[in-house]
T-cell receptor, first 115, second 112 residues
Framework: GAVVSQHPSRVICKSGTSVKIECRSLDFQATTMFWYRQFPKQSLMLMATSNEGSKATYEQGVEKDKFLINHASLTLSTLTVTSAHPEDSSFYIC???????????FGQGTRLTVV | AQSVSQHNHHVILSEAASLELGCNYSYGGTVNLFWYVQYPGQHLQLLLKYFSGDPLVKGIKGFEAEFIKSKFSFNLRKPSVQWSDTAEYFCAVNTGGFKTIFGAGTRLFVKA
């Protein structure tokens, strides 16, 4: 399958700082990218969907000003957690999809720890 | 709102036992259906997918799933599990070609 690379895989940051997570599709053009959050022993919760060149669509309850998503190119989307707090500590996963009726491929995830 | 329901949160089986994990979704339109597996410490991997055609889908590692449209179900099956199948399994539904929603997951533990 296609490869989606997420960076960094782990990050520790101080409370109040911002953290940027990158998601790249390495061998295909990602028309749509999805950002998920996974709490320990829980499922993936969709945070937002972004289409290249458009504003992201956020799920209910997800603060768009806190979780900034940029999808400026067909191979890169970024998630910035602004003014991070300990409760933002979680596992963030991106996935990317090419054509509309094809499967999405997942990145390896980013474990964020806010101290 | 669309939702995906996985009925079993934890399943414990002995090796060679048969497996069936239930998945139901609520969405009246066209759906694409997936089963993903997450082994301990690893990221999600696709087991199988259904887009159209034969509702009985065969995936990797001997897994299969059957899409029953009238029941809004997409149950995962394997005739004989192995210890290496110990993992968490997620059913996912892509609605109308847009967002993909995941079920809560089922943790499978296979006793050697």
């Amino acid at each position: 399958g296609a490869v989606v690379s997420q960076h960094p895989s782990r990050v520790i940051c101080k409370s109040g700082t911002s953290v940027k997570i990158e998601c790249r599709s390495l061998d295909f053009q990602a028309t749509t990218m999805f950002w998920y959050r996974q709490f320990p022993k829980q499922s993936l919760m969709l945070m937002a969907t972004s289409n290249e060149g458009s504003k992201a669509t956020y799920e209910q309850g997800v603060e768009k000003d806190k979780f900034l998503i940029n999808h400026a190119s067909l191979t890169l989307s970024t998630l910035t957690v602004t003014s991070a707090h300990p409760e933002d500590s979680s596992f963030y996963i991106c996935s990317a999809r090419g054509e509309i009726n094809t499967e999405a491929f997942f990145g390896q995830g980013t474990r964020l720890t806010v101290v | 709102a669309q939702s995906v329901s996985q009925h079993n949160h934890h399943v414990i089986l002995s090796e060679a036992a048969s497996l069936e994990l239930g998945c139901n979704y609520s969405y009246g339109g066209t759906v694409n259906l997936f089963w993903y597996v997450q082994y301990p410490g690893q990221h999600l991997q696709l087991l199988l997918k259904y887009f159209s055609g034969d509702p009985l889908v065969k995936g990797i590692k001997g897994f299969e799933a059957e899409f029953i449209k009238s029941k809004f179900s997409f149950n995962l099956r394997k005739p004989s599990v192995q210890w290496s199948d110990t993992a968490e399994y997620f059913c996912a539904v892509n609605t109308g070609g847009f967002k993909t929603i995941f079920g809560a997951g089922t943790r499978l533990f296979v006793k050697a």
